[in-house]
């Protein structure tokens, strides 16, 4: 269906399959770790004094809710503590925690976006340099980067539809470059795929962000990033998770497969927000809206990897982190087999509580997007976290039922999160402090 899909919106100025990609590439306790990834207080303990208050602020609390997910003695909220920043590996020495690195990327992104962002006008984009001759085929190709994302996702273009047209058109040609990313390591040419074409994919990004695009679609980007606040890095963080795929198909601990989110998932949150926008009378920090995007992209891309626990089975992979299914009793052989035990219920309801810790941190910042930005993203949350519930109404088989939101469902959830969406920003410095 991808392939089929390609063909159509590539055109024929450029390479026409695989998004016009393939030809030119082708040469612990988890308990504590849930805790720690999804408090942004676990930041505040790292950071400096000034940081760590702005950090408190807008953080989940830090009290010993997160502390009672699991089912062992291990994850009493009594013996919770914080750890640091740091994590031991398998040598047993101390090296940094992936939540520590995924931090810096969002303070970094945050503080180069903050002054854009902050403008009291409504849409901050630099004027248009192109040629007018340069300006149709601009447009063309925006109009395909629309196309595409009206394929692959129904629900979450016709939201785009209410953003203002810069925006609109900015965050198609994100979802078509995140797409043609994925479809890398993910699509009908993945077994072709390999460090070196990710390589050449990393140095085509660079290209486009010089603007020298390689193709059309290409070029959308290339004039989204011109335009509008955005960085390199989520990027090339995204390249990096492919990177990952390609070399990894088991994941020790949940440090690890934090990282794995990040790079495929948190990256689209980061990338998605300087398009976005925040709420020019929202006081929310700008590192607070960030997390909460990057929470976004973790708690959909933990619900994609418990969706598809039986799937990934059969192409000999399991996201699910080694150490917590060994504290539950379970082995690869058990994911192999796809037998739902209670075993299997118990360790899946921890994975899910973790989920929805994640989406519980996103829903804090959408509010304070721009207004027209909030509806799209509420209903990919609402969308997305149903998935979980899913699961559950699955009785947790995972192996061999997918879990799938009905249309009605998902009709029913377009007015819900047009509802949300009209919650206005805080405006409470005391809650959410400004940057
Ligand atoms: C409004 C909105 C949702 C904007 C994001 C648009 C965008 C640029 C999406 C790109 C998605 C994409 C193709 C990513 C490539 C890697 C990948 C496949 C990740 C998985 C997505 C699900 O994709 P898929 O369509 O294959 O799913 P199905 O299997 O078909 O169900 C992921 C699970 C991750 C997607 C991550 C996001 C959509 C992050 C969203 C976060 C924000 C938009 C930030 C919102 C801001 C705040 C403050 C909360």
């Not at 720690?36 to 207080?41: A, G, K, L, N, T």
């Not at 992936?98 to 901050?124: F, G, N, P, W």
């Not at 603007?211 to 335009?227: E, N, R, W």
């Not at 007015?415 to 206005?424: D, K, N, V």
Request: glycine share 6%; hydrophobic share 40%.
């Amino acid at each position: 269906m991808s392939v089929a899909l390609l063909w159509v919106v590539t055109p024929n100025v450029e390479i026409s399959n695989c998004f016009g990609f393939f030809d030119s590439v082708r040469d612990g306790n988890w308990l504590l770790e849930s805790s720690r990834f999804i408090s942004r207080d676990w930041g505040s303990i790292r950071a400096k004094k000034s940081r760590k208050q702005k950090w408190r602020s807008c953080s989940l609390s830090t009290d010993l809710k997160y502390s009672c997910v699991g089912e062992s003695g291990l994850e009493s909220g009594n013996n919770f503590c914080v750890l640091s920043s740091m994590v031991a590996n398998t040598a047993g020495e101390m090296t940094i925690s992936s939540e520590q690195k995924v931090y810096d990327v969002v303070l970094k992104q945050a503080a180069l976006v903050k002054k854009q962002l902050r403008s009291s006008v409504d849409l901050d984009v630099r004027p248009d340099i192109v040629l007018p001759g340069n300006l149709s085929l601009l447009s063309e190709a925006y109009d395909r980067c629309g196309e595409v994302c009206a394929e692959y996702a129904k629900t979450f273009y016709l939201g785009t539809l209410l953003m203002t047209p810069e925006r609109r058109r900015a965050i198609w040609a994100i979802y078509v470059w995140c797409r043609r990313t994925d479809e890398l390591v993910d699509g009908p040419n993945a077994s072709h795929i390999t460090p070196t074409a990710l390589d050449r994919w990393e140095s085509r990004l660079e290209d486009l962000f010089q603007g020298q695009p390689f193709d059309m679609l290409d070029a959308a980007l290339s004039d989204t990033v011109a335009k509008f606040p955005v960085d390199i890095q989520p990027f090339k963080d995204m390249i990096e998770g492919m990177r990952m795929d390609l070399r990894k198909s088991r994941y020790k601990n949940f440090d690890e497969l934090y990282l794995y989110c990040y790079y495929v998932a948190g990256t689209v949150g980061l990338m998605s927000v300087p398009v976005m926008g925040i709420a020019p009378e929202s006081q929310a920090t700008t590192e607070c809206v960030y997390n909460a995007a990057l929470a976004l992209g973790i708690a959909n891309q933990l619900t994609n990897i418990l969706r598809d626990v039986g799937e990934d089975a059969t192409r000999g992979r399991i996201y699910l982190p080694q150490d917590e299914l060994a504290q539950a009793g379970l082995s690869d052989e058990d994911i192999f087999a796809g037998k739902v035990t209670d075993k299997w219920r118990n360790f899946m309801k921890n994975q899910i509580k973790r989920a929805r810790m994640f989406f519980d941190e996103a829903e804090k910042g959408v509010k304070e997007l721009s207004a027209a930005s909030r509806w799209p993203v509420w209903a990919s949350l609402l969308l997305y976290s149903q998935i979980l519930d899913e699961i559950e109404a699955n009785d947790y088989n995972n192996f061999t039922k997918r879990a799938y939101v009905s249309k009605g469902k998902k009709l029913l959830a377009l007015p819900i999160a047009y509802t949300r969406a009209l919650i206005p920003p805080s405006t409470t410095p005391s809650l959410l402090s400004k940057a």
